[in-house]
Every structure is written in C-alpha cells, then in structure tokens.
C-alpha cells in the first residue's frame, strides 16, 4: 500500500487467497459478503461476514454477522443496512469480536497467491 486510508483492492475470487492478499497487503478488517454461507475466518485480521440472502442466514445465525438478505425479505432500507454494517466495522475494530473470532475461525484460512487457474 502506497496510500492511508480506505483502500479498495482487485484480488482473486477464491476467498482464502483474495482474504490472505488484503491482510498481506495490510488489510485490519475483512468485510466478507457470502451468499453460500462460507465458514471463514481470516486471522488476524477479524472478519466480519455479511450474509446476502435471509435464508441462508437463517441457518447460521452463530456465524453471519449481518443479515443484508433482510433487505428484500424485511423491507429494511440499503441505507439502514449499511449502517448497521458500518457500526459494526467500528465496534470491532474497537475490540469486539466478529462471530468469526469468537468461534476461533482463522487458522487454516491463510493461502498465498497460487500460481495457474484459481477456482
């Protein structure tokens, strides 16, 4: 990184490698959109993982963070979503633990770049 600040960074879609490119790049604090429900963590870098569809959520409320599904299936607007979101970013980078992070999620996630096709 070359800049302070908020950084958005292009990376592979394979989470672990995507994930261990930001931290190596300095990434503190993962945001992590799953619609399949993917159980990560990404130390040590705390991850918060954001949940795009209500019924997934639904089924593993002990390891989504968010629920955006609520959305369409709440009529919760994008701005309160988002700002629930962005309390939450601040909450834990302030100390509180992600479920990823209580449940000790992390450990095996750190993959470096792959060299060839990442699927």
Do not use: H
């Amino acid at each position: 990184m070359t800049a302070r600040g908020f950084v958005f960074m292009d990376s592979p879609g394979y989470d672990p490698a995507s994930v261990t490119g930001q931290i190596a790049s300095g990434c503190n604090l993962i945001a992590f959109t799953t619609g399949r429900g993917s159980a990560f963590g990404a130390k040590p870098s705390p991850s918060i993982k954001i949940a795009t569809n209500s019924e997934m959520y639904g089924r593993l409320t002990e390891d989504m963070d968010v629920n955006a599904g609520s959305i369409l299936t709440e009529g919760k607007s994008v701005e309160d979503v988002g700002r629930e979101i962005y309390e939450l970013l601040l909450r834990v980078a302030s100390g509180e633990q992600s479920k990823s992070e209580a449940q000790g999620l992390g450990d095996y996630e750190f993959v470096p770049w792959q060299i060839g096709a990442v699927m």
